[in-house]
């Protein structure tokens, strides 16, 4: 009996041994994918970013901060950066808005609601690279419609070269980036605001309180998570900015329009400056991590 | 159609052939070749029209004559070099033979990514085969520091496409010579080429003409620069310190040339890239403008094939003449060198099918292919009656490849020369986009200097030794 018993317990503690352990048996496929794809490629861009490395001369010897010096001294970094964080701080406030008022739109029930969602998802979902080409396309100087449209509204021949000429690059490359992702904000942000507690909003309506009272004071606390990690999301996505500027202009004329990722991509892929560019990978993988989990703590998401 | 065009070629290659015991280079490969029946040999070709030969014509051809069979590895132009310099860091062996871009030699000949080929060609006794190529190619884009690591396969070089039918026009010759104080005719230099475009966008023969269209895009445009820079009296560097020179007067001067010219361009032509171009020639809306070698064909009709249907149907066919660029030396502009990969297991096999293909007996059929872009580029070819007779003005056209052949002008070929030009690029687009032309060229030899200093002077100093000492580096 008392064998019986004992035995009984030890298979109960092996169970429970198991059980405690089974998830991690479980999970280990996906952590080591996850430490392949992300940790090995991460550490070795550590690695070749304190080595001089390009495609053309493979120095493998280590070259201490030679790469990490030149990043504070290009000034073509630094511009690179800065056209990133202004073009950050000006599409991501106008796909707020813009984002925010359709979806206030589409908030309450109104006729043929589920296809105009259908229509105004259509950019999010198509491929930002062909996106951008197509934009190319509409702001081609000769054949492009907005040429045409612009030329019936001034009732003579337009023929603004918006991918080269100074004061169009860019409102071209914001019309393009505005176009494909505000619906993705519309999108989340009419989810946040279907989920509004409508009694609240019927309390305070019955309290005489006034539109707007009621949208600052009850509607935009409500769905003040949601749009922070949207924020954020659109944030990281816009400090990453490539597709569309590539398509459009290629960061040129000249470097007038350079972002950091185009910056990255031509000293990577057209200059060959491997462990150059493995540096400021690294720094900004770094800087964006830092920003991502303040941001996290401060919307309290990440507690 | 790919049946009739092997047919086509099997006739041509018979009639082609020398008498019985008496190889030509094309038999010697083919019958070396033969012990390495059953591999597979992996290709690397530009993706696109280019890579039709070696898919539709000689690939075929090739399994059919040795039972080797040809993969085709269509790559972008844009990734071509990084692709063969990054499988042979990485050791893979992926490429037994390689398309490579004259100017990049250097680069990879350094790296040890080519195989040299001299003892095969000796071998299989291919040097004097070798003499038929046009010297400009032949002596330029073959060896690297005395070493033949390609073969020149691609006759590129930018040539000037005219209306001769309205140059030829009496009452435009009187107007012009009227206007300018000399005779309408092709241009000798670029004061020229601004007034005949001006001349034309004025006196357009229909609503929509204009005086001429040139290749202003990104990736392409500075081809254009160095060849302007180098025909005014442009040097690249100071040969003693390796100094950038790029932003003397005269590289500010072929800028302010360019923007001044845009004013008699269709509006917008100064983004223009190749396909703009070409439209608006094929349609008939230029009366000038620059390109390689194909519009000389499709401008005449030839190559109505399926597979060249997004070529816009030739309005000009008849009324085209051609002629070298102001200066008289045009920019060879790209190219091709077949090249076989030190990294490959059948570099023997990779090399008989290189020396097939850019045999005199073959390549003649596929400089004619009228879907692909190979341009001629043997003395043999310029000269072949068969070519002569494609169509009325084909003899004209192949005289006039021939002489730019004499006095092509190389494309810098240094150490990472892709920087150089990357460089020389933005600052060009910069001054189209409104940045003073002076400011921008200074930034960019400013870069220069620093990509050579990266390089190492004394390595790239020697490199640009290698380059100036051909004969085409610099107009002659």
Redesign the interface.
């Known amino acids: 009996m008392s064998v019986a018993v004992a035995r009984h317990g030890d298979t109960g503690g092996f169970n429970r041994w198991a059980d405690r352990r089974f998830k991690y048996l479980l999970i280990w496929p996906a952590v080591l994918i996850l430490l392949l794809v992300g940790v090995f490629p991460f550490v070795n861009v550590l690695v070749v970013s304190f080595q001089d490395i390009?495609?053309?001369?493979?120095d493998k010897s280590f070259a201490g901060l030679l790469n990490y010096k030149r990043l504070f001294t290009e000034a073509r970094l630094w511009q690179a950066i800065l056209h990133t964080v202004v073009f950050t701080l000006v599409a991501l406030p106008i796909e707020f808005v813009l984002g925010l008022l359709m979806a206030l739109l589409f908030v309450e029930p109104i006729r043929g609601r589920q296809v105009f969602l259908a229509l105004l998802i259509i950019p999010t979902v198509i491929s930002p690279i062909v996106a951008g080409a197509t934009w190319r396309l509409m702001f081609?100087?000769?054949f492009g419609p907005i040429n045409q449209i612009l030329g019936w509204i001034a009732g003579e021949?337009v023929?603004i070269?918006w991918?080269?000429?100074?004061g169009f690059?860019w409102p071209a490359i914001l019309v393009a980036e505005v176009w494909q992702w505000t619906p993705f904000m519309f999108l989340l942000l009419l989810a946040a605001l279907s989920n509004v507690d409508k009694s609240q909003v019927e309390a305070a309506q019955i309290d005489g309180a006034s539109k707007l009272r009621i949208f600052f004071r009850i509607v935009l606390p409500a769905i003040k998570p949601v749009l922070a990690i949207v924020l954020l999301i659109r944030g990281l996505d816009l400090f990453r900015l490539f597709d569309v500027v590539w398509a459009l202009t290629?960061g040129?004329?000249?470097?007038?329009t350079e972002t950091l990722s185009t910056y990255a991509y031509?000293q990577g892929?057209?200059?060959?400056e491997v462990s150059y560019t493995s540096a400021i990978a690294f720094v900004v993988v770094v800087l964006l991590s830092i920003a991502i989990v303040l941001a996290l703590r401060r919307v309290e998401i990440a507690r | 159609m790919k049946k009739a065009v092997l047919a086509f070629a099997a006739v041509m290659l018979v009639g082609a052939s020398p008498p019985a015991g008496a190889q030509n280079a094309a038999e010697r490969a083919v019958e070396a070749a033969k012990q390495f029946a059953g591999i597979t040999l992996n290709v690397t070709w530009e993706a696109g029209l280019q890579a039709n030969d070696p898919l539709n014509f000689s690939g075929p051809m090739w399994e059919e004559l040795t039972g080797i069979k040809i993969n085709v590895v269509e790559i972008p132009i844009s990734e071509l070099f990084?692709k063969t310099?990054?499988e042979h860091?990485a050791g893979t062996g992926a490429f037994d033979l390689l398309n490579v871009v004259p100017a990049w030699m250097p680069?990879l000949a350094?790296?040890g990514a080519l195989e040299p080929l001299d003892a095969f060609i000796d071998k299989y006794g291919y040097r004097e085969d070798l003499q038929d190529i046009a010297p400009v190619y032949r002596d330029n884009q073959m060896a690297y520091q005395g070493t033949i690591y390609g073969l020149p396969d691609d006759g590129d070089v930018l040539i000037m496409y005219y209306r001769k039918d309205l140059f030829g026009d009496p009452a435009r010759q009187a107007a012009f010579k009227e206007r300018f104080g000399y005779d309408l005719a092709p241009p000798d230099t670029w004061a020229q080429f601004k007034d005949i475009s001006q001349y034309f966008t004025e006196n357009p023969p229909h609503e929509g003409f204009y005086g001429s269209a040139m290749i202003r895009s990104?990736g392409l445009i500075h081809y254009y620069f160095q060849e302007r820079f180098r025909v005014e009296g442009g040097e690249f560097f100071d040969a003693d310190t390796m100094k950038a020179q790029i932003n003397s007067d005269i590289g500010v001067g072929v800028i302010e040339g360019w923007i001044a010219e845009h004013e008699f361009m269709?509006?917008?032509a100064?983004?223009w890239g190749p396909i703009?171009v070409l439209n608006a020639w094929l349609a008939g809306d230029l009366a000038i403008m620059g390109w390689w070698p194909p519009p000389g064909r499709w401008s005449a009709g030839y190559g109505d094939f399926e597979i060249l249907s997004f070529v816009p149907e030739s309005k000009v066919a008849g009324k085209v003449g051609y002629a070298l660029p102001p200066g008289g030396a045009p920019e060879l502009a790209a190219g091709f060198s077949l090249a076989v990969s030190s990294g490959s297991k059948n570099k023997e096999a990779a090399y008989l099918f290189a020396q097939w293909l850019n045999s005199p007996e073959i390549s003649l059929q596929r400089v004619q292919l009228p879907y692909a872009l190979r341009d001629p580029f043997r003395i043999s070819q310029y000269e072949s009656e068969e070519y002569q007779n494609l169509w009325p003005d084909a003899k004209e056209y192949l005289e006039t490849l021939r002489a730019a052949a004499e006095t092509g002008l190389l494309d810098l070929s240094i150490?990472?020369t892709?920087?150089y030009e990357?460089a020389l690029t933005?600052?060009i687009?910069?001054?189209?986009?409104?940045?003073d032309p002076q400011k921008?060229l200074d930034r960019a030899a400013e870069e220069w200097d620093k990509i050579t200093e990266r390089?190492g002077l004394e390595d790239q100093k020697r490199a640009y030794a290698d380059w100036i000492s051909k004969p085409n580096a610099y107009p002659n």
Request: no cysteine; hydrophobic share 40%; glycine share 8%.
């Open positions: 390009s495609l053309v001369f493979e081609d100087n000769q021949p023929t070269i991918v080269l000429q100074k690059v290629q040129g004329p000249g470097t007038r031509v892929f057209q200059q060959f | 990084t310099l990054a860091r680069d350094e790296a990104p269709p509006p917008g100064s983004a703009e150490r990472n892709f920087a990357e933005r600052a687009t910069a001054a189209f986009g409104g940045e921008a390089v």
